[in-house]
């Protein structure tokens, strides 16, 4: 079995630096928490310097001394980059790609030529979730909320009602499947099999965006009925193009990654001996790395030559995808800081304690944890490392695959209730023109059913598999 960073994640420190107990360790835990939910809510503070700051709070309340305190947050900090940062570089360029060459426009137009109807609002989740893949959720929103507007627009068609699978399906993608940046935290975080989990989250994934996607936009039409804002939407990528890559290659390029890494796991599953040739030739073009970097050697080839870029043009492209992405590298660097500083203090063992002491299910716990991280800072991905840290002893005896659930379990979690602080709000909120009450009966319902929903598949499947 292949694990991300496993040596890494083997060679953490074992022993507590603080022989601190139980109730000093939860008061350290809550007011490291506290001290980065209100850096982040009440003094608008970046969360790498919220959750850093937050890290050394946690590390001195626990009775830490300072210097092994830092080496603990240094430590995980450059493990977490090392296991994800490459594979979240990866991701963005693909998705880059994929929105300047049109290709994302591409699959839109061909979907929704085929389209109709009571259909419509199934394309759009169709659409939503091959799209948002590759693509973080903020450049997903971007790439698809134009749309969205032209679709109800011109089709007449309630905005809530194609709206909503569109933003299901991105939301559903961004917290439960990788490569995305929190659900490969967490994969590293708890020794998890990514090919695994890929495909249990894609399992989880359907049901959760079917229900709180096409289904519950029925009744948030009723809700909030709003025509779509003409002043919402802005140029297609593909309008300054004078062609495009075809549907087939630019689909072929999305999935190749997906592809990869699910026959591996498949490779793992049914041969099952680390010395067969064939497994670990598998072992090799299913890892994270290689199927990611296969499919923008490939998207170079299939996404940016058909749409007429020129080999000077590749390396700028490379260059401005990388820029935005520097912010959440940070940020799930000092996650995994955190992370690495609540296990150091003994927190993951206290955590396993009570546990064991309280009878809670681990996947229960883990959902639990996050859903509260979600609902202080606003942030899934802040959730989502912190979670994953704290509940990160509970996989030590757990199978291959309860340990990709409980990484599902905290995705699930992470999603929760998006409110006035989280970012994600204001940007669903200003694109659709909805007010903030308009937003919380649409949006916030939509992400809360997701956290459910999911998080109930995820234990039905534990009592399963």
């Known amino acids: 079995m292949t694990r991300l960073s496993v040596e890494m994640l083997a060679a953490d420190p074992v022993e507590p630096i603080t022989s601190a107990g139980h109730a000093q360790l939860g008061i350290a835990v809550l007011a490291g928490i506290a001290v980065i939910v209100?850096?982040?809510?009440?003094?608008?503070?970046?969360?790498?310097?919220?959750?850093?700051?937050?890290?050394?709070?946690l590390g001195a309340i626990a009775g830490a001394p300072l210097d092994k305190a830092i080496v603990s947050f240094t430590t995980?900090?450059?493990?977490?980059?090392?296991?994800?940062?490459?594979?979240?570089?990866?991701?963005?360029?693909?998705?880059?790609m994929l929105a300047d060459s049109g290709g994302a426009d591409q699959i839109v137009d061909t979907i929704l030529a085929k389209a109709g109807g009571r259909s419509m609002?199934?394309?759009?989740?169709?659409?939503?979730?091959v799209i948002g893949l590759p693509?973080?959720?903020?450049?997903?929103?971007?790439l698809l909320i134009p749309v969205v507007l032209m679709v109800a627009k011109r089709g007449n068609y309630s905005l809530m009602r194609i709206g909503i699978p569109a933003l299901a399906g991105l939301s559903?993608?961004?917290?439960?499947?990788?490569?995305?940046?929190?659900?490969?935290?967490?994969?590293?975080?708890?020794?998890?099999?990514?090919?695994?989990?890929?495909?249990?989250?894609?399992?989880v994934a359907i049901p959760t965006v079917i229900i709180a996607g096409p289904l519950f936009s029925r009744y948030a039409a009723r809700w909030?009925?709003?025509?779509?804002?003409?002043?919402?939407?802005?140029?297609?990528?593909?309008?300054?193009?004078?062609?495009?890559?075809?549907?087939?290659?630019?689909?072929?390029?999305?999935?190749?990654?997906v592809v990869l890494m699910l026959s591996k796991a498949l490779v793992d599953i049914v041969i099952d001996d680390p010395e067969n040739t064939v497994q670990r030739v598998f072992d090799v073009i299913g890892s994270p790395l290689i199927a990611l970097l296969a499919s923008v050697l490939v998207g170079i080839f299939t996404l940016l030559r058909p749409a007429g870029f020129s080999k000077e043009r590749v390396s700028p492209l490379v260059e401005k995808s990388l820029a935005p992405i520097a912010g959440i590298l940070l940020i799930v660097g000092a996650g995994g800081g955190f992370k690495q500083t609540?296990?150091?203090?003994?927190?993951?063992?206290?955590?396993?304690?009570?546990?064991?002491?309280?009878?809670?299910?681990?996947?229960l716990l883990a959902w639990l944890i996050a859903v509260a991280i979600r609902l202080a800072t606003g942030s899934a991905t802040v959730a989502t490392v912190s979670a994953a840290g704290l509940v990160a002893p509970l996989a030590a005896d757990m199978s291959t695959t309860h340990a990709a659930l409980l990484v599902l379990a905290i995705g699930a979690g992470s999603l929760f209730f998006s409110h006035v602080n989280d970012a994600g709000f204001w940007l669903v909120k200003e694109y659709f023109g909805l007010n903030v009450g308009q937003t919380v009966k649409t949006w916030s319902v939509m992400e809360t059913i997701i956290s459910v929903v999911a998080g109930g598949v995820v234990l039905l499947l534990s009592l399963i598999i």
Do not use: C, Y
């Open 342 to 363: 609540l296990i150091d203090t003994g927190v993951g063992q206290m955590v396993l304690d009570i546990s064991e002491d309280w009878s809670i299910p681990a996947l």
């Open 76 to 96: 995980g900090l450059g493990t977490t980059v090392a296991g994800v940062g490459v594979l979240i570089a990866l991701g963005a360029i693909l998705g880059k």
């Open 38 to 57: 209100l850096l982040i809510t009440q003094f608008k503070l970046h969360a790498f310097l919220s959750l850093t700051l937050g890290s050394l709070a």
């Open 135 to 142: 693509l973080f959720f903020e450049v997903g929103v971007v």
């Open 172 to 203: 559903v993608m961004h917290g439960l499947v990788p490569p995305h940046p929190g659900p490969l935290v967490a994969i590293d975080a708890v020794g998890a099999n990514l090919g695994v989990t890929l495909a249990l989250g894609v399992l």
């Open 121 to 129: 609002p199934w394309a759009m989740v169709l659409i939503a979730s």
């Open 224 to 257: 909030v009925d709003v025509p779509a804002p003409d002043r919402m939407i802005p140029q297609r990528a593909s309008e300054d193009l004078d062609k495009r890559p075809g549907f087939g290659a630019t689909l072929a390029t999305i999935l190749l990654p």
